[in-house]
T-cell receptor
Framework: DAGVIQSPRHEVTEMGQEVTLRCKPI?????LFWYRQTMMRGLELLIY????????DSGMPEDRFSAKMPNASFSTLKIQPSEPRDSAVYFC???????????FGSGTQLSVL | DAKTTQPTSMDCAEGRAANLPCNHS???????VYWYRQIHSQGPQYIIH???NNETNEMASLIITEDRKSSTLILPHATLRDTAVYYC?????????????FGKGITLSVRP
């Protein structure tokens, strides 16, 4: 298996633009997590899904952020409109129900100018 | 989930054992201790986890005190590639609604 795949690897955009980050979890994994990492706040959990259903979105910063998981092999995190303070590395991770190991993707480095 | 406390940073010499401490004094009976590490610009990587017994795998050993209020991650022969941020996390583990909350971690610097 190729592991958790995220795209794009880097994204540079201007303030006010829509940004869409993508994630393909490991095949067969029941859970998918979105994390954000900044120097100031460290690694924060934004939202997670179980069997494509959002379970806990309490970490989503505000209404500008939305996440979807239309099927078991794809998830998106969208920011609209983007702001400079959204600049961070966004990680996607997945695991199965019966295994505590969380597998992370390589992350998307987002820069909002 | 219980909170953990780790030193901000530590270093060790290459080839020596690195002992990374973690305090989790409010851990409850059904919570596990997990260790992950994050090498610069990569996603975090699972290392090891345990409930109350000491654990060992190909990467590291985990020593949990009898009262479970603290633990130590041991890298037996540290290499330069072990330089990373190490996160100690307490969580209920598997099952519905189980999630990992990462703190600041401890930065380990392995010197030549």
């Amino acid at each position: 298996d190729a592991g958790v795949i995220q795209s794009p690897r880097h994204e540079v955009t201007e303030m006010g633009q829509e940004v869409t980050l993508r994630c393909k979890p490991i095949s067969g994994h029941d859970y998918l997590f979105w994390y954000r990492q900044t120097m100031m706040r460290g690694l924060e959990l934004l939202i997670y899904f179980n069997n494509n259903v959002p379970i806990d979105d309490s970490g989503m910063p505000e209404d500008r952020f939305s996440a979807k998981m239309p099927n078991a092999s794809f998830s998106t995190l969208k920011i609209q409109p983007s702001e400079p303070r959204d600049s961070a590395v966004y990680f996607c991770a997945s695991r199965v129900l019966t295994n505590e190991k969380l597998f992370f993707g390589s992350g998307t480095q987002l820069s909002v100018l | 989930d219980a909170k953990t406390t780790q030193p901000t940073s530590m270093d060790c010499a290459e080839g020596r054992a690195a002992n990374l401490p973690c305090n989790h004094s409010t851990i409850s009976g059904n919570e596990y201790v997990y260790w992950y590490r994050q090498i610069h610009s990569q996603g975090p990587q699972y290392i090891i986890h345990g409930l109350k017994n000491n654990e060992t795998n190909e990467m590291a050993s985990l020593i949990i005190t009898e009262d479970r209020k603290s633990s130590t991650l041991i890298l037996p022969h540290a290499t330069l590639r072990d330089t990373a941020v190490y996160y100690c996390i307490v969580s209920r583990g598997t099952g519905a609604n189980s999630k990992l909350t990462f703190g600041k971690g401890i930065t380990l610097s392995v010197r030549p």
